[in-house]
């Protein structure tokens, strides 16, 4: 499956992001799905993931209450909405499809990835 992840951009702190990701070649409901982020020098940090069915969703404990995600398996597209953006939310966004039924926090867990999309939240 091939993802493209887009919507990032540079928005001020306080304001929302909703970030796209796009899959072809397979259905993605087949896959549970994730947003990985990745900060200059510092390691690549799960954010959220939700389940082959969209009945399950956890988050990251920096962006809980903030961050969510959701999924429209009919567009094949999964969604990541980011509201009360701090600075230190400025990363580049990935998302990644893993053959399970639940999302995992691990990134090794997951089978494919999209190329990243930036995100730059200015203070």
């Known amino acids: 499956v091939q993802l493209q992840a887009s919507g990032g951009g540079l928005v001020q702190a306080g304001g929302s992001v909703r970030l796209s990701c796009a899959a072809s070649?397979?259905?993605?409901?087949?896959?549970?799905m994730g947003w990985f982020r990745q900060a200059p020098g510092k390691e690549r940090e799960f954010v959220a993931g939700?389940?082959?069915?969209?009945?399950?969703?956890s988050y990251g404990d920096s962006v809980k209450g903030r961050f969510t995600i959701s999924r429209d398996n009919a567009k094949n597209t999964v969604y990541l909405q980011m509201n009360s953006l701090k600075p230190e939310d400025t990363a580049l966004y990935y998302c990644?499809?893993?053959?399970?039924?639940?999302?995992?926090?691990?990134?090794?867990?997951?089978?494919?990835w999209g190329q990243g999309t930036q995100v730059t939240v200015s203070s």
């Open positions: 070649g397979r259905t993605v409901s087949n896959y549970a």
């Open positions: 990644a499809a893993a053959l399970a039924r639940f999302p995992s926090v691990r990134f090794y867990d997951y089978d494919y």
């Open positions: 939700i389940s082959r069915s969209g009945g399950s969703t």
